[in-house]
């Protein structure tokens, strides 16, 4: 699936990096996922440490373990035997590792612009491999070459998914709804979610992609106190409390505090 970010040529394994025809080398960390980006290429603010261990905790309480199935049963059927998968913005690989296991054969290729969550991604599963991507950029993979692409709380890029799926492939996009967590912002001064963010994902993707399906999904969390925490953490509010904010106010929580979870499943299909 991977071209040479740099010229765009096919990548060769050689021994602990991938290399093009061209001489343009790219590392396996040790770790286990590639190193792509360049020197020259933002990654913009990418999760660090903290956020990617509050998440990966919040999500193997299972938590979003309703949001994973249901992706899994509405992609699964959109790949075909021995097929690829794209996860723009993997994560953990978390939800790439649901969509595996319920295709058999199939393999996945993550990307992500952080570090900390591409070492737990290139572990996720073991038909799974990760790379370091800013995937608002020109995406390293070749055109036509997916056949399911995930994206999930991640920014699209519209023209580039459009380019690397193949002639009757599946986008699959999963957003959260304005009602998605909202008991903690009221509680715990976390940011909204945009009640217009709907409609500019149909803007994002309308040049390249025809909707074919939305669906909701809805349900309710009784969270200890952990996971407050965590759900706090492992997002963008993070940047927004001071330090130790987080822990006082779910302190002044009743425990555990009931949230709900609220996402929209969207399927796309290339124009």
Do not use: I
């Amino acid at each position: 699936m991977l071209v040479c970010p740099l010229c765009g040529g096919p990548l060769e394994r050689a021994a602990t990096s991938l290399r093009c025809a061209r001489g343009h080398t790219f590392d396996l960390a040790r770790q286990g996922y590639l190193g792509l980006l360049t020197g020259g290429m933002r990654v913009g603010t990418a999760d660090n440490a903290a956020m990617v261990e509050a998440r990966d905790s919040f999500l193997r309480a299972g938590h979003y373990a309703p949001l994973a199935r249901r992706l899994a049963e509405l992609a699964a059927p959109l790949c075909p035997p021995g097929g690829t998968v794209l996860d723009a913005g993997v994560g953990t690989g978390y939800y790439l590792a649901a969509l595996l296991d319920a295709t058999p054969g199939a393999v996945g290729l993550g990307l992500d612009a952080s570090k900390y969550a591409l070492r737990r991604a290139a572990r996720a599963h073991g038909r799974a491999s990760a790379a370091t991507w800013d995937v608002w950029e020109p995406l390293p993979v070749r055109e036509g070459a997916v056949d399911v692409l995930l994206n999930v709380f991640a920014p699209r890029n519209g023209p580039e998914f459009r380019r690397v799926l193949r002639p009757g492939g599946a986008l699959v996009v999963v957003t959260p709804t304005a009602r998605h967590l909202a008991e903690l912002q009221q509680r715990m001064g976390t940011l909204s979610v945009d009640t217009a963010k709907e409609d500019r994902l149909r803007r994002t993707l309308a040049d390249h992609f025809r909707s074919e399906h939305t669906e909701s999904l809805e349900y309710g969390l009784a969270l200890p106190a952990h996971d407050v925490e965590n759900a706090v953490a492992m997002g963008p509010s993070s940047h927004h409390l001071e330090a130790g904010e987080a822990a006082r106010r779910t302190a002044e929580l009743d425990a555990p505090f009931t949230v709900t979870a609220s996402f929209t499943l969207s399927v796309y299909q290339p124009n």
